[in-house]
């Protein structure tokens, strides 16, 4: 750690909250009853107002020193590490529940869709018609590794961090695959919500732009120091887009439900995305010590 106020991290690790896991934990939702008239698009209602998350005092820290202080901030306080399989079911049964128009069910994330269901697998979620405009009707749902599973070659901590999951029907998930984040001006393949794939790479919608950037700027935090380049082109990947993200990160702020589900996570494997919580975070690190890790 270079150059950081020792008392003032040791301050900062004191203020982090414990948690306790809440695997069993279900949101409660209607009966199905409605699931059968559902078909297409679904408003999406209000989400429950929750408590402001906890807040840790990052003031003073900046560039190399908040980089360093976030990384050391983020080792989870629950143990042993949630399996790949726990991760997934608190995900489809907990972290994405949400009130479909008055019927349970997930919103898709690069699809923007609420799909309706209810249970622990992606099994449970199958897509009403071609909902999300793609030209394919699937029949489940994926958890999506925001930053490629193999690129860790599947070890835990990282192929379980939900902070990097997110929950995709069966068709943008393989479209995506492991490729590079993009712009991507002239598609082969796109959903209505304007998630999209060419020869750039994968652009996600915008609504989850900034989202997508979040879950990249913690995993490279909490993890820069891991072996997470397995198989990848790192500049390519990271590197050389890390301004991207940062813009992504601004145009697209957290929203009620991102941060109600940075909660919900926290609850679950013990730690926060802290630019969900404080989005200014990443550019106070800046784009020079990002692309250094
Ligand atoms: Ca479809
Ligand atoms: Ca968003």
């Excluded at 069993?24 to 999406?44: D, T, Y």
């Excluded at 079911?89 to 997930?106: H, K, L, N, Q, V």
């Amino acid at each position: 750690m270079v150059g950081i106020n020792k008392a003032a991290l040791a301050a900062v690790l004191a203020f982090l909250p414990l948690s306790v896991p809440a695997y069993a934990a279900g949101p409660a939702f209607p009966s199905l009853e409605a699931l059968a008239s559902l078909s297409g698009p679904v408003h999406i209602s209000a989400l429950p107002e929750l408590p402001l998350p906890a807040r840790t005092p990052w003031d003073g820290f900046s560039g190399e020193d908040l980089f360093q202080a976030l990384h050391s901030a983020l080792v989870p306080t629950v143990s042993p590490v949630p399996s790949y399989a726990q991760a997934k079911t608190y995900m489809f049964s907990t972290a994405e529940g949400r009130d479909c128009g008055g019927a349970p069910g997930i919103l898709a994330f690069y699809s923007q869709v609420c799909v309706a269901g209810s249970g622990s697998s992606g099994n449970d979620y199958r897509e009403r018609g071609d909902q999300n405009g793609d030209g394919t009707v699937d029949k489940f749902m994926n958890a999506e590794h925001i930053w490629p599973r193999g690129f860790s070659k599947g070890a835990l901590p990282m192929a379980s961090d939900l902070h990097q999951l997110a929950p995709t029907l069966f068709t943008p998930n393989g479209r995506r695959a492991n490729l590079r984040f993009a712009v991507v001006p002239d598609p082969v393949y796109s959903t209505d919500s304007g998630s999209r794939l060419g020869s750039e790479g994968f652009e996600p919608a915008d609504a989850v732009k900034g989202n997508v950037a979040r879950a990249v700027l913690y995993f490279v935090v909490r993890y820069y120091d891991r072996d997470i380049r397995n198989g990848a082109d790192y500049r390519d990947f990271w590197t050389a887009r890390v301004p991207m993200f940062l813009e992504w990160n601004r145009a697209d702020p957290p929203d009620e439900a991102e941060r109600r589900r940075n909660g919900l996570v926290e609850s679950f494997q013990g730690n926060r995305n802290p630019f969900v919580d404080d989005p200014s975070l990443a550019d106070r690190i800046g784009p020079s010590v990002f692309r250094a890790h």
